[in-house]
């Protein structure tokens, strides 16, 4: 079996190792825009090069001939690799590009759970014009101005913008959502929601959909949920697949979400979605809310979710590909996970730290952790090289949340170089913090 991995970054290197994993050992042909140390050690070819490339990336499947593609970054999904491989009869694990649109335009996301009747979101307008007086209004009168503006294009996970945080004033949020429409042509501007965050990812093809662990993700960059977003400073999941902050119901109702969700694309489309379906949910004071969603695997989440999956993960690609996935072939152990990455010290404002060098524990293939590589390097002497953004995701496994944190913690804190990371991801203090805010709200 041949299998063509587009990817990069950690979340690349997580999948390639779910991959090889695999009973039926398969050949990985791998194309990442840079050399990822992890990739490169796992997979059979590894190519560096522009993944946004389609007519390369073409030629490279009729050279090797995969029998299908895992597609990993946002970007290549939404721009549509998908379409572009499976017209040469190469299936693939992403969505085409017409059912991306749930993550590459945020005003179809929140059109379509409109249409449909998931109301589980909240009060939006998406603007095709600047209309500073109708912003304005909708603005003061609906949202109370507690709002926030979203680039309706792919950006990075920087097109997001909250008042209170990004903006002082509704002028200032106005301002930005002008720039949005001059850059993509729609804003949307919706309530600014009060809640504890969390991601569900499920796996997906047309209407079947089976669900992974609850995850939740820390964005900002310094400890105690200080600073500026990034792509995420790291992540945790209970043994028990939810999280401790949850009520039954919220966990269930995020996964009817996801099956309406699925069964809206389906029907909207009409085509299936196949591949990995992430809502990005919060819990509020009175039940769950939808804040985004992705088409594809999140990064840090994957690398909770991928080494915990005891079940095939080529079967469950090849159930994805033949339409037929079921519980049995999605089974993850019942294991707490950490990830904490190690990012430069200067990360995310500067790349001060860009070249030098760093010193990695030696790991002697421990199974309570996994080292995965992101934005590092190695030259010739065989020095680690830190780049400018996310360098390594450190995971922790433990059949508590305390164990797996002590595990990833330990690691972290071996790491030499100038390297930080949030040594608060997966302690008892952060997590309860969330507990007691929804405690608070709910009451």
């Known amino acids: 079996m041949k299998i063509l991995l587009v990817s990069s970054s950690a979340r690349g290197h997580a999948v390639a190792e779910a991959l090889a994993r695999s009973r039926h050992k398969p050949e990985i042909i791998a194309v990442s825009p840079n050399d990822n140390i992890g990739i490169a050690r796992i997979a059979d ?3 560096a ?13 009729k050279k090797h001939k995969p029998d299908f593609a895992f597609i990993g970054p946002d970007d290549p999904i939404g721009g549509g690799l998908a379409d572009a491989l499976e017209a040469v009869g ?35 307008m998406a603007f095709h014009k600047a209309d500073r007086k109708l912003m304005n209004t909708f603005i003061t009168q609906e ?4 709002f ?6 792919l950006k990075g996970g920087k097109g997001v913008k909250v008042s209170g945080e990004h903006f002082k004033s509704t002028t200032e949020g106005i301002a930005y959502a002008e720039e949005c429409i001059q850059e993509c042509g729609t804003v949307v501007i919706e309530e600014k929601l009060i809640g504890v965050e969390f991601s569900l990812m499920s796996f997906v093809t047309g209407t079947s959909v089976v669900d992974m662990p609850a995850v939740q993700d820390h964005k900002r960059a310094y400890e105690g949920d200080k600073g500026p977003n990034t792509g995420g400073m790291g992540t ?13 119901s919220d966990l269930e109702q995020a996964k009817k979400i996801n099956r309406q969700i699925a069964e809206a694309l389906l029907k909207e489309c009409g085509e299936p979605y196949q591949g990995i379906l992430y809502g990005g949910f919060i819990a509020v004071k009175d039940g769950i809310r939808v804040i985004e969603y992705n088409a594809r695997f999140g990064d840090p989440e994957a690398l909770n979710v991928l080494p915990i999956l005891e079940s095939d993960f080529v079967d469950l690609c090849l159930g994805i590909i033949e339409g037929n996935i079921t ?13 904490k990455y190690i990012t430069p010290k200067s990360y995310p404002e500067a790349k001060e730290e860009n070249g030098e060098s760093v010193t990695l524990p030696i790991q002697g293939g421990r199974k309570d952790s996994h080292i995965y590589m992101g934005d590092i390097s190695r030259n010739a002497r065989g020095d ?10 450190i995971v922790g496994i433990g059949s508590t949340l305390e164990e797996a944190e002590n595990v990833a913690q330990k690691i972290c804190s071996e790491i030499q170089g100038p390297v930080r990371f949030r040594s608060d991801i997966g302690t008892e203090a952060l997590v309860l913090e969330r507990v007691e805010m929804m405690k608070k709200l709910r009451s």
Do not use: W
Not at 49 to 61: K, Y
Not at 236 to 248: A, I, Q, R, T, V
């Open 49 to 61: 090069m522009d993944i946004m490339d389609f007519p390369a990336i073409v030629e490279i499947t």
């Open 327 to 339: 519980e049995e072939m999605a089974r993850f152990s019942p294991k707490a996970t950490v990830c």
């Open 384 to 393: 680690f090289l830190l780049g400018g953004s996310r360098s390594l995701g």
């Open 45 to 47: 070819i590894h190519m």
């Open 148 to 153: 926030v503006v979203k680039y309706d294009a």
């Open 236 to 248: 945790y999941s209970c043994p028990d697949h939810s999280l401790p902050f949850l009520e039954k």
């Open 90 to 124: 190469v299936p693939c694990i992403a969505p085409k590009k017409s059912l991306a649109r749930i993550e590459s335009s945020k005003a179809f996301g929140r059109q379509l759970m409109q249409k449909n009747a998931i109301n589980e979101f909240p009060r939006f």
């Open 143 to 146: 949202c109370h101005d507690q």
